[in-house]
T-cell receptor
Framework: SQQGEEDPQALSIQEGENATMNCSYKTSINNLQWYRQNSGRGLVHLILIRSNEREKHSGRLRVTLDTSKKSSSLLITASRAADTASYFC???????????FGEGTQLTVNP | KAGVTQTPRYLIKTRGQQVTLSCSPISGHRSVSWYQQTPGQGLQFLFE???????NKGNFPGRFSGRQFSNSRSEMNVSTLELGDSALYLC??????????????FGPGTRLTVT
């Protein structure tokens, strides 16, 4: 199974700024999901976007999916210190049987 | 609804011992997946259970095993512990269907340290 590749590996911004994280993959997918993990804790599901969807919103989060470029992006607007966490993309390949997680992007939001 | 619970939260074992970790999924969820997370390897899939049957398995040695009970609670066992087994073990539950078709709900994890 393939995994998504997140970019950048680490991102440091100031409170109030927007944060953008990207995830690229190689084969066709059923869906792509974004999760957040605070240090040493469990993952929290953020958004699931299916292959026939292009954009989804949830509060300050916006996820886009471009299946022609095989990439997705997660945008966090008006970031807060509490957004400091690792963000993972996970994808379910069309022919796959389970989710595979990428290496994650470490986001630091400085107050 | 109560979230996914995992016990114990922290565990220290010595090499050669065995360990059993427990996971209680969200009520109504029948799929339980286990992951190992380490700084070097990231989040690695161990196995998934659905209706008491192992439905998926990752690339881990046979020392890693699991089971699921009729109430969907799941346990994983690691025998003959090695230093490299030190990790955060995460359990996740989801509703029916193919694993990954819907969102997964994670527990807080069990931090295992092998000395």
């Amino acid at each position: 199974s393939q995994q998504g590749e997140e970019d950048p590996q680490a991102l440091s911004i100031q409170e109030g700024e927007n944060a953008t994280m990207n995830c690229s993959y190689k084969t066709s997918i059923n869906n792509l999901q974004w999760y957040r993990q605070n240090s040493g804790r469990g993952l929290v599901h953020l958004i699931l976007i299916r292959s026939n969807e292009r954009e989804k919103h949830s509060g300050r989060l916006r996820v886009t999916l471009d299946t022609s470029k095989k990439s997705s992006s997660l945008l966090i607007t008006a970031s807060r210190a509490a957004d400091t966490a690792s963000y993972f993309c996970a994808l379910l390949e069309t022919s796959g049987s389970r989710l595979t997680f990428g290496e994650g992007t470490q986001l630091t939001v400085n107050p | 609804k109560a979230g996914v619970t995992q016990t114990p939260r922290y565990l220290i074992k010595t090499r050669g011992q065995q360990v059993t970790l427990s996971c209680s999924p969200i009520s109504g969820h029948r799929s339980v997946s286990w992951y190992q997370q380490t700084p070097g390897q990231g989040l690695q899939f161990l196995f998934e259970y659905f209706s008491e049957t192992q439905r998926n398995k990752g690339n881990f040695p046979g020392r890693f095993s699991g089971r699921q009970f009729s109430n969907s609670r799941s346990e994983m066992n690691v025998s003959t512990l090695e230093l490299g087994d030190s990790a955060l073990y995460l359990c996740a539950s989801s509703l029916t269907g193919r694993q990954g078709e819907s969102e997964q709900y994670f527990g807080p994890g069990t931090r295992l340290t092998v000395t």
